[in-house]
């Protein structure tokens, strides 16, 4: 892409000057070889004309209308200014209403013709638009064609973004060089790259789109697969650790419990890693509480007895306390020494414990981000676990190499997000992934309700039960900010109006648990005062913790025995499972109740999913079906590129797909280097910018 047409700066083009250039520069665009790649958000389709009588209601579409008299400009009482214009045809009235827009009143003739675009609604005998786009007959720009709407920002209308859409696609789109090789294109029915780019902004039908779409979604998975595919096949070339001969078999002699067979079978793939002489890069993944931290502990002990060191980051200093004393308890009898290292650990304990981890005295370190800072040196680091709420993505696993000198750490990543595993193979795609898919013996399933608010008075007696019986009770609201409810949402109980967490929490403590000891916290609390209160939780001073989803990251509390989760229709099914699962951690019977306040039925059946399995795969399947994929993904999680156009959960055939097509690639050319794969290893250079350090 090295012509001189796609490095024309977007200032230097008529129309656009310094402060438009700046203000598209937020959207990403200084050159016009960028905003060929800057895709349409929708389309409007205005290739049919419709007469007043024919216009459907309810609908968006375009009506050919001649303005019958001078546009009439009148104040509401509220200040705001409007502009009426009268228009007719041969078939009936159409009356537009302008919010906002009183240089409008100048801009109609009466006796002309004008195309209006907007949405039909009935008024009287007539029918009216409010703020339709126009167009005068004869002048037409938009009218008669499918019309792109882009991403925009606060100064820049789409008008000029179709201009320059037009533009890039005239002038660069011809020179970019096909990067998908032929027998892809055939095997997969796929388009060629100029005809894309053109149907991707300036469509002729939908049929051309859907062919765009199917294309480009194509290429920009099969892009990040082979990337991440190169990325793996490097890590793997990489020189690892070898550690010692110390099989699953040795260590699980050493529990005092059998651990399950997906345990075992997750040690197992970490002994061939860990013995392989490659380096290990590994994703353990697994429900809440299917025993994740003792494959961990194995992990850790395998280093330990080859003379090396552990790290293993938690998100909070709270789990970092949980994790220290999981693998004490498993660890120090067999010798192998733990210690913590968290902001709180200061002054001289602080000297002492970097000094006995520069020595080597401390063989397992586990604390939050504090372990990678300046000041702390290692021995011998040997393997890095990475607790997954770090979200802990491509870029920060290259940085971790840094402190393990020569030879980069093990590294072994900790999810309990459930993906559904072809997901799991594309966000974690540089990694090696085991599934831990069984539940420890004991752990009995927490028993899920789904009810309505007119159950309410019902649930508080329940809560009322449990704390007499010695248990304690999470409830989790679904906001911070005191709000009116979500536009377009339905109208919520007033109990739970969005309530804030501190509102809720207050009304609670003084209406109808005045007796009992009510807690809150919300994600906009200081790290301490909210590890205050989980503190307090967990030792049993707080009976009911209110509290926003924050406590998915959570502590472990044996004694909490019911999950209240209000609103439950406003949060996606795993992270109902992963919330659920944050009871039932102990011996006694545990509950898990979904409020909600909606009557719709599909809302309803989603919530019933979680009455009908424990299984968090499959569950993660049915939302991604519901919901897309929002919830396995924050904004930037992971450290993935930005994709501009798939979408992994509607994508998932073309997903499929794209991978195998990568992996035969790579399999024949592990660095497409053949002449023929050039632009193809050019295209993932170019997506893998912000870590450029994968490929040299």
């Known amino acids: 892409m090295g012509n001189k047409e796609v490095n024309v700066a977007l200032s230097a083009l008529s129309g656009v000057g310094p402060v438009r250039s700046g203000k598209l520069a937020k959207l990403g665009l200084e050159r016009l070889g960028d905003v060929l790649w800057h895709f349409p958000l929708r389309y409007e389709d205005r290739r049919k004309m419709y007469t007043v009588r024919e216009a459907p209601e309810g609908m968006t579409c375009c009506v050919k209308a001649m303005v019958a008299q001078d546009p009439q400009l009148s104040r509401a009482r509220s200040g705001v200014e409007l502009v009426k214009v009268r228009c007719v045809d041969e078939t009936g009235t ?159 002699a050493l529990l005092p419990f059998t651990p399950t067979g997906a345990q075992t079978r997750a040690m197992e793939d970490i002994f061939h890693d860990v013995t392989s002489g490659r380096s290990m890069n590994r994703l353990v993944q697994g429900d809440v509480g299917s025993g994740k931290t003792a494959v961990a502990a194995y992990g850790a002990w395998c280093a330990a007895l080859s003379g090396l060191q552990c790290a293993l980051m938690a998100p909070t200093e709270l789990l970092a306390e949980q994790h220290c004393r999981t693998l004490s ?202 590890e205050a209160i989980m503190s307090a939780f967990a030792s049993g001073e707080v009976q009911i913790l209110v509290s926003t989803t924050v406590i998915e990251v959570g502590v472990d509390v044996p004694n909490a025995t019911l999950m209240i989760v209000e609103n439950a229709d406003r949060f996606g099914l795993s992270q109902l499972h992963q919330l659920r699962g944050r009871v039932g951690r102990g011996k006694h019977e545990s509950f898990c109740v979904l409020v909600t306040a909606s009557r719709s039925d599909t809302a309803r059946q989603r919530l019933r999913v979680l009455t009908q399995t424990t299984d968090g795969f499959q569950i993660a399947q049915e939302d991604l079906r519901l919901r897309g994929p929002g919830d396995f993904f924050g904004q930037r999680q992971h450290g993935l590129p930005q994709l501009k156009v798939a979408d992994f959960a509607s994508d998932l055939e073309l997903l499929n797909q794209a991978r195998q097509a990568a992996q035969t690639l790579v399999e024949g050319d592990g660095e497409l280097s053949r002449p023929e794969h050039q632009p193809l290893r050019r295209r993932v250079e170019h997506m893998f910018r912000d870590n450029p350090e994968i490929f040299h």
């Open 94 to 252: 159409l009356h537009l209403t302008f919010f906002h827009q009183s240089y409008l009143r100048r801009a109609f003739s009466p006796g002309d013709q004008y195309i209006f675009y907007g949405r039909v609604e009935r008024q009287g005998r007539g029918l009216a638009m409010v703020n339709p786009l126009f167009e005068k007959e004869g002048e037409e720009r938009y009218t008669g064609r499918i019309v792109p709407v882009y991403p925009l920002t606060a100064g820049i209308h789409n008008a000029l973004m179709v201009s320059l859409a037009q533009l890039a696609v005239d002038q660069v789109a011809p020179t970019v060089e096909e990067v998908l090789p032929t027998w892809v294109r055939r095997e997969y029915g796929l388009c060629q790259q100029e005809f894309a780019l053109q149907n991707i902004h300036f469509p002729q039908n939908f049929e051309g789109l859907a062919s765009a779409r199917k294309r480009l979604i194509f290429e920009e998975l099969m892009t990040l697969t082979c990337g991440l595919a190169m990325l793996k096949g490097r890590r793997q070339q990489g020189e690892g650790l070898v550690l010692g001969q110390h099989t699953p078999e040795q260590f699980c």
């Open 329 to 530: 308890s498993i660890l120090e009898p067999v010798g192998v020494k733990v210690a913590l290292l968290t902001g709180s650990v200061k002054g001289a304990a602080r000297k002492k414990l970097l000094q006995e981890l520069e020595r080597g005295d401390i063989q397992v370190l586990v604390g939050t981000h504090a372990l990678f800072s300046q000041p702390v040196t290692y021995h011998k680091l040997g393997l890095v676990i990475a607790d997954e709420q770090h979200r802990f993505g491509v870029a920060q696993r290259g940085a971790l190499a840094a402190k393990g000198g020569e030879i980069p750490p093990h590294v072994l990543v900790m999810s309990a997000t459930p993906i559904p595993r072809t997901l799991a193979l594309m966000i974690y795609g540089d990694m090696e992934v085991s599934i831990i898919d069984e539940l420890p013996p004991g752990r009995t399933p927490v028993a899920t309700y789904v009810v309505g608010e007119d159950k309410r008075q019902r649930m508080y007696g329940f809560v009322r039960t449990q704390v007499g019986q010695g248990r304690q009770v999470y409830l989790v609201c679904p906001a911070v900010e005191e709000s009116q409810g979500e536009e377009g949402g339905e109208a919520l109980s007033p109990a739970m109006d969005l309530k804030a967490v501190t509102t809720y929490a207050k009304h609670l403590q003084e209406q109808v648990f005045p007796d009992l000891t009510v807690g809150f916290v919300h994600g906009k609390m200081k790290a301490k005062e909210k």
